[in-house]
């Protein structure tokens, strides 16, 4: 069956309104829920270009981007959100299919591999109103869509509670840090303040040509800004690979790096960072910081505390970007080498739990598809 024949496209403009409203973009999106921390508020005139985009309670959002599995079903609270033209909007035909086993078949790796083959484009691929059209699904009758949701809304719970452990264990990390360093900015401790361009080299990365497809195969994985997540510490695993071809014309980075996200569709998504515990390559939205002077724990969560000051002086209504000569000119608290190893040792320490009920959450996730 075509997808379109399941579903109708719908979305609207947002009607002019007083005040702000919160305006999710596709980077503000985690796979399954909304990141608040990457949420703006804007108002009606001031709004970014791509804030042009509301449905209503029970349709189906789902970013447009190849490679992602974004994807949200609205309720009465999120259907308020103004979101960006970056993702569509469905609602399920009744009596073909749920608005539930939509969400969930959106999400699913079957879908994935339907958007990524018929998405196009040079430098961001995505899915277009034609390539939904191409787009061929299976789905079970009703009452299997009653028992397969029931099947997955209890192993969603279980991997939101995962997911509340891994939250619960980040916020440790960042008050053990103010507790030692204090608020890197006001820099209470009196500690050195270097700019991070004297203390890291700062590597910019880069697309190679698309019309090139001798550098794209399976030697090297190619990260983009949705593999750094906010409450992940390292980037997670990429759609997409480079060629050994590809690497030469390309930038990467060895294991110990940190990635920034330095351009995106919304300044609420700059500043979002990751550590590299691999080697790899990196597109031309990302900076790559290598630490000279830092441990490489200690400026992940530095950096990670400091996403204010990264960007306060970036324009909120436009298109965020982050620019290496900027970035480079920030300046950040210097410890002695041996508090930031001691610090270190304790991040070190608390991603060891981390990593135990990543595993659990990885063994849910695997069977949470349709």
């Known amino acids: 069956m075509k997808f379109t024949n399941c579903v109708t496209l719908v979305g609207s403009k947002p009607k002019r309104y007083e005040g702000t409203k919160r305006y999710v973009s596709t980077g503000a ?29 029970g349709d189906v959002l789902f970013a447009k981007m190849a490679d992602t599995k974004k994807t949200i079903l609205l309720d009465k609270e999120n259907a308020e959100n103004i979101y960006s033209t970056g993702f569509f909007a469905v609602r399920a035909k009744p009596g073909m299919i749920t608005a539930e086993c939509l969400y969930y078949l959106l999400t699913s790796d079957v879908f994935l591999r339907q958007k990524n083959k018929h998405s196009s484009g040079a430098t961001q691929r995505a899915i277009t109103n034609k390539g939904l059209e191409a787009i061929d699904i299976s789905i079970p009758n009703l009452d299997e869509q009653t028992r397969l949701v029931a099947k997955l809304d209890a192993l969603s719970k279980v991997i939101k509670s995962r997911e509340q452990q891994l939250a619960e264990l980040d916020n440790l990390i960042k008050a053990r840090f103010v507790e030692l360093f204090g608020d890197s900015k006001v820099n209470p401790y009196g500690f050195n303040k270097v700019r991070l361009e004297d203390s890291c080299e700062i590597v910019t990365g880069n697309t190679p040509s698309r019309t090139v497809n001798d550098y794209y195969g399976d030697y090297i994985e190619w990260i983009k800004t949705d593999n750094i997540m906010a409450e992940m510490m390292y980037p997670t695993r990429a759609t997409e690979s480079l060629s050994e071809v590809g690497l030469k014309v390309g930038r990467y980075v060895e294991k110990g790096a940190i990635l920034m996200a330095c351009i995106a569709g919304s300044v609420a998504s700059i500043g979002k960072v990751c550590i590299t515990d691999r080697q790899v390559a990196f597109n031309q939205q990302i900076n790559a910081i290598v630490p000279k002077k830092y441990n490489a724990l200690f400026l992940y969560v530095l950096l990670q505390t400091s996403k204010d000051y990264l960007v306060e002086e970036l324009n909120m209504a436009l298109k965020g970007i982050l620019s290496k000569s900027k970035l480079g000119e920030k300046t950040f608290i210097l410890p002695p080498m041996d508090q930031q190893n001691a610090f270190a040792a304790f991040v070190a320490q608390i991603d060891k739990s981390k990593v135990v009920v990543q595993k659990a959450l990885s063994k849910n996730v695997q069977y949470f598809t349709i």
């Not at 999106?29 to 985009?53: F, K, N, T």
């Open 29 to 57: 999106l985690a796979v399954d829920h909304i990141d608040e921390e990457s949420v703006e508020l804007v108002g009606y005139e001031d709004r970014p270009s791509r804030a042009d985009l509301t449905a209503e309670s």
